[in-house]
T-cell receptor
């Protein structure tokens, strides 16, 4: 069974440019998460989807970040425009549901803004 | 708000040494507790979990016991191997309310042969 797939693995962009990350969760998983992991820190939730509905986006900086999960399957996280402080690893995870089941993580996308 | 505090790293041990990584938490109610491991170049993987007080999670020789009285979930292993070198994250998830994983800052473990 394929795990959570993220692309790209690495991305280097100049500040003020846009960038997008893609995530394909495990088949059948209704819950999808995007986490931000700064260097030397634990992951922090950006947004959680239940199917196609964003049910917790309180930590998403909405002035520059956006996300979508059309059709309740794969998801895209976008930053426009990127800032130097956005350099981090962006993790996607999925689970069957939000409460009782294990969350599986992708390998992440390492973003460097120069 | 909910939070998890882990033992400061990095931790360096010799092979076959005993390992303890401390983890304490603050949360409303009785959360589920987890240890995740991140091997070099890989994503986070669930190592073990416990869902109620006094539960012991175990996997791959690692153990952690949910201690409600001390709000702790310390990770232990009796004899570590070089292959255990990784970053370990303690995390919690509430059953009700904000159903998200809240992570500690991670502890980098290096095992020398």
């Amino acid at each position: 069974e394929a795990g959570v797939v993220q692309s790209p693995r690495y991305k280097i962009i100049e500040k003020k440019q846009p960038v997008a990350f893609w995530c394909n969760p495990i088949s059948g998983h209704n819950t999808l998460y995007w986490y931000l992991q700064n260097l030397g820190q634990g992951p922090e939730l950006l947004i959680r989807y239940e199917n196609e509905e964003a049910v917790d986006d309180s930590q998403l900086p909405k002035d520059r970040f956006s996300a979508e999960r059309l059709k309740g399957v794969d998801s895209t996280l976008k930053i426009q425009p990127a800032e130097l402080g956005d350099s981090a690893v962006y993790l996607c995870a999925s689970s069957l549901d939000a409460v009782n089941t294990e969350a599986f993580f992708g390998q992440g996308t390492r973003l460097t803004v120069v | 708000g909910d939070s998890v505090t882990q033992m400061e790293g990095p931790v360096t041990l010799s092979e076959e040494a005993f390992l303890t990584i401390n983890c304490t938490y603050t949360a409303t109610g009785y959360p589920s507790l987890f240890w995740y491991v991140q091997y070099p170049g890989e994503g986070l993987q669930l190592l073990l979990k416990a869902t109620k007080a006094d539960d012991k999670g175990s996997n791959k020789g690692f153990e952690a016991t949910y201690r409600k009285e001390t709000t702790s979930f310390h990770l232990e292993k009796g004899s570590v191997q070089v292959s255990d070198s990784a970053v370990y994250f303690c995390a919690l998830r509430r059953i009700q309310g904000a159903q998200k994983l809240v992570f500690g800052q991670g502890t980098r473990l290096t095992i020398n042969p």
